[in-house]
């Protein structure tokens, strides 16, 4: 079969902007829970778009922490290629794929560091392992082999078997502060429905966006 030839007819909901929220963070709690109340894998899974100092973009996928009116939230190494560059240039875009749903949300905005107080209190919340994990890797580094981060990995082990792992200072979190969320629902006949909630001080408008 050609790749021209997979397609299919997106058929499951519509939406009307009588169906909005007037709050584009409220829009987004909504379909967010209801891709979690639908059991689609890894419903927090989004790509985080960034650019180096050349413009060459690069995508990723991490997993959404938080999101509340303030913004949206996930956690990284701090050395890590995506952080460099939000340290370069914090414009970032992030993009939710509920395909089963036949639903994306696109998101722009510019990315701040969350405080310490904030990394403290989500990195002591992760599973030990997760936190190991968090030293033991450098991020984007070059590895001559997997056993090395399979050694240092349990080497953290052992040397934190008991008591409290300190937080690392090159491990934190970034919030996404939003300035247009793009809500896409598939719709027959390619007539997919968008509409874009701008921010304009503070103030949310809402424009119907062509497919």
């Given at each position: 079969?050609?790749?021209?030839?997979?397609?299919?007819?997106?058929?499951?909901?519509?939406?009307?902007?009588?169906?909005?929220?007037?709050?584009?963070?409220?829009?987004?709690?909504?379909?967010?829970?209801?891709?979690?109340?639908?059991?689609?894998?890894?419903?927090?899974?989004?790509?985080?778009?960034?650019?180096?100092?050349?413009g060459q973009p690069f995508q990723r996928i991490v997993l959404l922490k938080?999101?509340?009116?303030?913004?949206?939230?996930?956690?990284?190494?701090?050395?890590?290629?995506?952080?460099?560059?939000?340290?370069?240039?914090?414009?970032?875009?992030?993009?939710?794929?509920?395909?089963?749903?036949?639903?994306?949300?696109?998101?722009?905005?510019?990315?701040?560091?969350?405080?310490?107080?904030?990394?403290?209190?989500?990195?002591?919340?992760?599973?030990?392992?997760?936190?190991?994990?968090?030293?033991?890797?450098?991020?984007?580094?070059?590895?001559?082999?997997?056993?090395?981060?399979?050694?240092?990995?349990?080497?953290?082990?052992?040397?934190?078997?008991?008591?409290?792992?300190?937080?690392?200072?090159?491990?934190?979190?970034?919030?996404?502060?939003?300035?247009?969320?793009?809500?896409?629902?598939?719709?027959?006949?390619?007539?997919?429905?968008?509409?874009?909630?701008?921010?304009?001080d503070g103030q949310w408008d809402i424009d119907r966006l062509a497919p």
């Open positions: 079969m050609e790749l021209s030839d997979i397609r299919r007819e997106y058929a499951r909901d519509g939406l009307r902007r009588r169906d909005l929220k007037a709050d584009p963070i409220e829009q987004f709690n909504l379909w967010l829970q209801q891709a979690i109340d639908a059991k689609l894998t890894d419903p927090t899974a989004m790509t985080v778009a960034t650019v180096d100092e050349t938080n999101a509340d009116k303030n913004g949206f939230v996930f956690y990284t190494n701090l050395g890590s290629r995506k952080a460099q560059q939000i340290e370069v240039n914090s414009k970032v875009s992030l993009h939710f794929p509920w395909h089963p749903m036949e639903r994306q949300v696109h998101i722009t905005g510019i990315a701040e560091k969350l405080s310490t107080v904030e990394n403290m209190k989500y990195f002591t919340s992760r599973p030990k392992d997760s936190q190991i994990a968090a030293i033991a890797s450098k991020q984007s580094s070059r590895l001559s082999a997997r056993g090395v981060l399979e050694g240092k990995f349990l080497e953290l082990k052992k040397k934190f078997e008991s008591g409290e792992i300190p937080v690392p200072s090159f491990w934190g979190g970034y919030r996404i502060k939003p300035e247009s969320i793009e809500f896409w629902q598939g719709g027959e006949r390619r007539l997919h429905d968008r509409f874009l909630f701008s921010n304009h």
